[in-house]
């Protein structure tokens, strides 16, 4: 499946701790894009960041998420200290770099985050 | 702003009918405007996409109309089935900006 790749598909976490959520882009593509989706809210940009770079960040709340984008390897979302509120699906999308990009993202199928 | 307004949030339609869902944006630096289809469990896909440089584009019984002067477009979904039942959302991107803004999401439900 050469698609977007996100893992887990499904987590469950009690308050206070952390969930860490995976996403590999699709091959070739260097751009990955973070989305927060909440029941008739639509989909919330949160994070855009390229290889080992954070290019815009003005959807991420400022404490307790975080992201990154190694040089090798997946990007990952960080929520720590989790809350109630953080309960939502977690899209992540990529596109390839800026010489070859369209304006499409394509996303992967979520990772659907439950906090008890 | 960077707000984008969908309407209406939900909608039904009989088998064969027409389905009209409506944006508008704020941000005239916008010059991408696609439309995405969900499926429950699945993650958003691209289902059409128009620059402002056309004011119509068709793609099988999907259209999209765009009204530059009114910063508004559209999607009209022809001969609806019950297989388009789904969310769509619609997006508006572009100038020196490579995030995607989304509307809220239209439910649409098709009845055979």
């Known amino acids: 499946n050469a698609g977007v790749m996100q893992n887990p598909r499904h987590l469950v976490r009690r308050r206070g701790q952390e969930a860490r959520l995976r996403c590999s882009p699709m091959?070739?593509?260097?751009?990955v894009y973070w989305y927060r989706q909440l029941p008739e809210e639509g989909l919330k940009f949160m994070v855009y960041?390229?290889?080992?770079?954070?290019?815009?960040e003005s959807g991420m709340p400022k404490e307790r998420f975080s992201a990154e984008f190694p040089k090798e390897g997946p990007s990952i979302l960080r929520i720590q200290q989790v809350v109630r509120g953080d309960s939502a699906a977690y899209f992540c999308a990529s596109s390839p770099g800026q010489g070859a990009y369209t304006g499409e993202l394509f996303f992967g199928e979520g990772s659907r985050l439950t906090v008890l | 702003q960077q707000q984008v307004k969908q309407s209406p949030q939900s909608l039904i339609v009989q088998k064969g009918g027409i389905s009209i869902i409506n944006c508008a944006y704020e941000?005239?630096?916008?010059?991408?405007f696609p439309w995405y289809q969900q499926f429950p469990g699945k993650g958003p896909a691209l289902l059409i996409a128009?620059?402002?440089?056309?004011s119509e584009k068709k793609e099988g019984r999907f259209t999209i109309s765009f009204n530059k002067s009114a910063k508004q477009f559209s999607l009209h979904i022809m001969d609806s089935q019950p297989g388009d039942s789904a969310t769509y959302f619609c997006a508006a991107g572009g100038g020196s900006n490579y995030k995607l803004t989304f509307g809220k999401g239209t439910l649409l439900t098709v009845n055979p």
């Open positions: 941000n005239t630096a916008f010059d991408y």
């Open positions: 091959k070739g593509h260097s751009h």
């Open positions: 128009i620059r402002p440089d056309v």
């Open positions: 960041l390229q290889k080992e770079n954070i290019i815009d």
